[in-house]
């Protein structure tokens, strides 16, 4: 009798250890099966087709631009439980928000050049981010990285006609920029010399990165060329780190294009483009800008942090409070955009 009991209680230990593991994990046994099930770096991945138009958000026919722009949106769709970690190309809440991002932070460059941006199939950021980061990228490289790839490899061969073009993009899609860079870049130098600047935003670029890569470097001014910008938005004591943060990264400063420790005012700010009640506004004397050159982090220090730390839409922040990953273009937009027009007119003036 005593061994019957010993062996329920030891049962029902092992179900209280493993029901805390999944609750405080925030993974379920089903969710385990989803992580094996997904094709990762190294798997044969098939492309999604984007020859077919109904494949891209925006593509942009017209040419009334000497420059094109190609934009790839942030993480846009939310796993529920019991789906693919990876959404199919047709997920309605991933088109949906792309569509949204081009309507608010992806729209800073539409007075700048002729739009393309393909819809791409994106891991859920609020899933993938609860494991290490090397484990992150595996997915990222997969799946999603495939379909950047043969997007940008399309456009090359059969929209872009040659002309000098800019990436923009922010936070899951600065991970499809970086991979267009410093490995689609690499291989093809020739298309290299186009590239005006990308703007690699919300995620990191770290100084290993380059000199792994030496085909391109980071932006040291306002109008050089053939060079990343790149920053992680936060305050000066944010209640946890950023997620999208690495060591070593380098961050330019949005307002005044240094990477030096000066702080640029939001008097200095020419506008911030912000989201309320559905509608997006021009704010002004709203974000300052300091680089923290020993992290490679861009410090916002005159907004409200619980204000700017929750997501535009509503959806629910991955971020803590203090982290301003959801505004990193919104705080900056019409600063980017000037600036993009700067980096345009030096690079047709000097070819």
């Known amino acids: 009798m005593k061994k019957i009991k010993a062996a329920i209680v030891l049962f029902a230990m092992i179900i209280l250890v493993c029901g805390g593991y999944f609750f405080y994990s925030g993974f379920w046994p089903e969710d385990i099966t989803a992580i094996t099930a997904v094709p990762v770096e190294g798997d044969e991945i098939t492309p999604t087709d984007y020859s ?8 942009d026919k017209d040419h009334k631009y000497p420059v094109d722009i190609f934009c790839f ?12 970690i990876i959404c199919d190309i047709d997920n309605r809440d991933m088109r949906e928000g792309a ?8 729209s800073v460059f539409d ?11 994106q891991y859920s950021a609020g899933f993938v981010l609860k494991l290490p980061y090397d484990e992150e990228m595996k997915f990222a490289m997969g799946v999603p990285r495939t379909d950047a790839m043969a997007a940008f490899d399309y456009y090359i061969e059969n929209l872009n006609e040659s002309r000098p073009f800019i990436l923009l993009s922010h936070s899951q899609g600065s991970k499809m920029s970086k991979a267009i860079v410093f490995d689609y870049l690499r ?6 010399k186009r590239m005006i600047a990308a703007y690699i935003i919300g995620t990191s670029v770290t100084e290993n990165e380059l000199l792994l890569n030496s085909g391109v470097s980071f932006a040291g001014g306002s109008d050089d060329f053939n060079v990343i910008i790149s920053y992680n938005t936060q305050s000066p004591d944010p209640e946890g780190p950023n997620r999208e943060w690495l060591p070593g990264s380098i961050a330019i400063n949005p307002i005044i294009w240094t990477r030096t420790d000066e702080l640029a005012t939001a008097e200095q700010n020419l506008g911030s483009y912000i989201e309320k009640d559905g509608e997006m506004h021009k704010k002004m004397n709203l974000a300052d800008a300091q ?3 020993e992290k490679g982090l861009l410090i ?6 619980k204000e700017f730390s929750i997501h535009p839409r509503g959806k629910a922040s991955l971020f803590p409070v203090g982290i301003f990953h959801h505004y ?4 900056y937009y019409f600063n980017l955009r000037a600036n993009a027009l700067d980096r345009v007119n030096a690079y047709l003036t000097e070819r």
């Open 52 to 59: 077919d138009e109904s494949n891209w958000a925006i593509l």
């Open 73 to 84: 949106y942030p993480s846009e769709w939310k796993r529920e439980r019991h789906e693919k």
């Open 99 to 106: 569509v949204n991002f081009l309507k608010s932070d992806g």
């Open 111 to 121: 007075t700048v050049g002729n739009y393309y941006m393909p819809f791409y199939r």
């Open 187 to 192: 291989d093809n130098p020739d298309v290299c």
């Open 291 to 293: 680089v923290d050159t």
């Open 300 to 305: 916002c220090s005159s907004v409200d942090e």
């Open 328 to 331: 990193d273009i919104g705080f």
